[in-house]
Every structure is written in structure tokens, then in C-alpha cells.
């Protein structure tokens, strides 16, 4: 593990009596903003994953203190979803492991890194989803039950166990498609279709996955979106500005969200990661602070 990054404690900003906010601040702070925090790594011991069974999906009543209507970490704000129907993200795992477990999480439940659960910035607490590597084509379903990861590019931080399974512990971090399960019909959120959600997916013409197609076989492009706008001026405008910092290809991804055009900016095709987090770092300079890998 190489990166050393300090433990994120969220301030949050809701209209609630002052006690109360400290309890929440509390919960909010459980998760890791990445797995390679200063002190965390895996356990000495080892891990048989096989014992260890997918979570369940059951319905379960929303966390108290883990749903803020919106909440504030290292000065962004992040807005909750009131519901997760629906909800398909693909984007860039990590995992957390010794250095929070037995802490509380957002939800209230203590962080066990042995279970599969996940922690998600924006999916209501809890919420079950169907994680699948989009490399390996390797898929688990976890309890998200935690906030996080607020470094930026990570969709998804799983448990230590869950990271194992689906292959991305040792890379530390891997190409995953989240999909919500409701548990009243936990096999719908298969053939639900990516470019109808319009998440973290623009429209697109690549087929999806099936029972003869695994997720590693279809192609999929990586790139870093630098922002999304209901305004394709908007959109236009923030190209034009980043034209001479990029020497990627600037692309528009018109879609629809909840009956509104979206236009979504990205950077790529990019070569991995790596070259997304350096991207990103470099058009902080620009003022673009909430850049987000995204993979379509």
C-alpha cells in the first residue's frame, strides 16, 4: 500500500438541534476517504472468502442519523438519494480495512471488515447492491452501510472481504458496475439498462452484458467528467475553457435525466487510473474540483 492520505472527518450541515449534529458528525466520520489511509492495510491473517456468504437483501427501516438531506467533506457538498430504484454507476472501487475495523460507520453499525458491506456517498443507508468487476466479470452483492469514498474518482469503498472476492485487493483499487436491488424483486436490477439511469452513463450503443456476454467482454473506455450541465451552452463553454490543459479528446455526452437533457463534459479515453488522478490534479489549477472517473 503506497498512498498516505489522512482520515477524512466530515463537517455536516443539516437543520437539526447542536447535539444531534455532533452524533451525526460522529457517524458520518466512520468511513475511510480511500483504503490506503496512513496505519490502514489488511489483516495478518488469512481470508477465506469462500466462507463468507454475499449479504442478503431484506428490506430494512432508512439509518436515523446516516441520511442527511445533504452533508459537507473537505469543504464539498454531497446530497443523498431519497431512493436508490434504479440507481446504476460504474466507476473506480477501493477498498478499507484494520484501520476502521470495529468503528462505527454512518449508519451506526460498526465497520466489520470481514462482512460485505460497502460505504457509498450518495446511496440511502442502508441500500444492497450488486457490485461487478468489470475485468473479470466477477460479481458480489453488499450492504452499503457506511458514507464514502471522498477521494476523488472512487465510486465505491468495500469492505476488506468484498475486495477479495471480487478480485481488487491486491491492485487496491478495480473497474466495477454498481446496480441497486430492491429487495421485493432482487433480479430486476438485472435487466435494468444502463443508459436509462443516466448515473454515471451516457447514452450508448454498447451492448449489455448477458448470461453469454460477461461484463469483462464488453468494451468499456474510461474517462475522467469534468462536469454535467442542463445548459449544452454550459457544456460548450467548459470544453472551449479546457481545450488548451487537455491533451485528451473533450467530449459532450448528451442523455436524460428524470425527463431533463443532461450534458455530461469528459476527458478520454484515458489509459487508466493512474492518468485520471493525474488529469485531475491538474485541472484543480483550473478550479475543476469535483472531476469524477466515470466508465462507459
Same mark, same amino acid.
Given at each position: 500500500?503506497?498512498?498516505?492520505?489522512?482520515?477524512?472527518?466530515?463537517?455536516?450541515?443539516?437543520?437539526?438541534?447542536?447535539?444531534?449534529?455532533?452524533?451525526?458528525?460522529?457517524?458520518?466520520?466512520?468511513?475511510?476517504?480511500?483504503?490506503?489511509?496512513?496505519?490502514?492495510?489488511?489483516?495478518?491473517?488469512?481470508?477465506?472468502?469462500?466462507?463468507?456468504?454475499?449479504?442478503?437483501?431484506?428490506?430494512?427501516?432508512?439509518?436515523?442519523?446516516?441520511?442527511?438531506?445533504?452533508?459537507?467533506?473537505?469543504?464539498?457538498?454531497?446530497?443523498?438519494?431519497?431512493? @436508490?430504484?434504479?440507481?446504476?454507476?460504474?466507476?473506480?472501487?477501493?477498498?478499507?480495512?484494520?484501520?476502521?475495523?470495529?468503528?462505527?460507520?454512518?449508519?451506526?453499525?460498526?465497520?466489520?471488515?470481514?462482512?460485505?458491506?460497502?460505504?457509498?456517498?450518495?446511496?440511502?443507508?442502508?441500500?444492497?447492491?450488486?457490485?461487478?468487476?468489470?475485468?473479470? $466479470?466477477?460479481?458480489?452483492? !453488499?450492504?452499503?452501510?457506511?458514507?464514502?469514498?471522498?477521494?476523488?474518482?472512487?465510486?465505491?469503498?468495500?469492505?476488506?472481504?468484498?475486495?477479495?472476492?471480487?478480485?481488487?485487493?491486491?491492485?487496491?483499487? $478495480?473497474?466495477?458496475?454498481?446496480?441497486?436491488?430492491?429487495? @421485493?424483486?432482487?433480479?430486476?436490477?438485472?435487466?435494468?439498462?444502463?443508459?436509462?439511469?443516466?448515473?454515471?452513463?451516457?447514452?450508448?450503443?454498447?451492448?449489455?452484458?448477458?448470461?453469454?456476454?460477461?461484463?469483462?467482454?464488453?468494451?468499456?473506455?474510461?474517462?475522467?467528467?469534468?462536469?454535467?450541465? @442542463?445548459?449544452?451552452?454550459?457544456?460548450?463553454?467548459?470544453?472551449?475553457?479546457?481545450?488548451?490543459?487537455?491533451?485528451?479528446?473533450?467530449?459532450?455526452?448528451?442523455? !436524460?435525466?428524470?425527463?431533463?437533457?443532461?450534458?455530461?463534459?469528459?476527458?478520454?479515453?484515458?489509459?487508466?487510473?493512474?492518468?485520471?488522478?493525474?488529469?485531475?490534479?491538474?485541472?484543480?489549477?483550473?478550479?475543476?474540483?469535483? @472531476?469524477?472517473?466515470?466508465?462507459?
Amino acid at each position: 500500500m503506497t498512498s498516505d492520505i489522512s482520515q477524512v472527518r466530515p463537517s455536516v450541515i443539516v437543520p437539526m438541534p447542536w447535539i444531534m449534529t455532533a452524533i451525526l458528525l460522529l457517524l458520518l466520520g466512520g468511513c475511510s476517504n480511500t483504503p490506503f489511509q496512513r496505519g490502514d492495510s489488511a489483516p495478518n491473517v488469512h481470508v477465506n472468502v469462500a466462507a463468507i456468504p454475499d449479504a442478503v437483501p431484506r428490506h430494512e427501516p432508512m439509518s436515523k442519523y446516516g441520511n442527511p438531506a445533504t452533508y459537507v467533506v473537505r469543504g464539498k457538498r454531497y446530497t443523498t438519494r431519497k431512493s @436508490s430504484k434504479g440507481f446504476i454507476q460504474r466507476g473506480i472501487a477501493s477498498w478499507y480495512g484494520t484501520k476502521f475495523h470495529g468503528r462505527r460507520t454512518s449508519s451506526g453499525e460498526k465497520y466489520n471488515m470481514y462482512a460485505m458491506t460497502a460505504a457509498h456517498k450518495s446511496l440511502p443507508l442502508p441500500t444492497y447492491v450488486e457490485v461487478t468487476n468489470l475485468d473479470n $466479470g466477477r460479481s458480489i452483492t !453488499v450492504k452499503v452501510n457506511d458514507r464514502g469514498p471522498f477521494h476523488e474518482g472512487r465510486i465505491i469503498d468495500l469492505s476488506y472481504a468484498a475486495a477479495i472476492k471480487l478480485g481488487i485487493n491486491k491492485n487496491g483499487t $478495480g473497474r466495477v458496475e454498481i446496480r441497486a436491488i430492491d429487495p @421485493s424483486n432482487p433480479g430486476a436490477h438485472r435487466a435494468a439498462q444502463p443508459a436509462s439511469t443516466n448515473i454515471a452513463l451516457a447514452s450508448t450503443n454498447q451492448p449489455t452484458p448477458t448470461a453469454t456476454t460477461s461484463a469483462s467482454e464488453v468494451e468499456q473506455n474510461l474517462y475522467l467528467q469534468v462536469g454535467a450541465f @442542463s445548459s449544452r451552452l454550459n457544456a460548450e463553454s467548459l470544453r472551449s475553457r479546457l481545450s488548451g490543459v487537455a491533451n485528451n479528446p473533450i467530449h459532450i455526452f448528451p442523455s !436524460v435525466d428524470q425527463s431533463q437533457p443532461i450534458y455530461r463534459v469528459r476527458i478520454g479515453p484515458l489509459a487508466n487510473d493512474q492518468e485520471a488522478q493525474q488529469l485531475a490534479s491538474r485541472l484543480t489549477n483550473e478550479g475543476i474540483t469535483n @472531476s469524477s472517473v466515470v466508465i462507459d
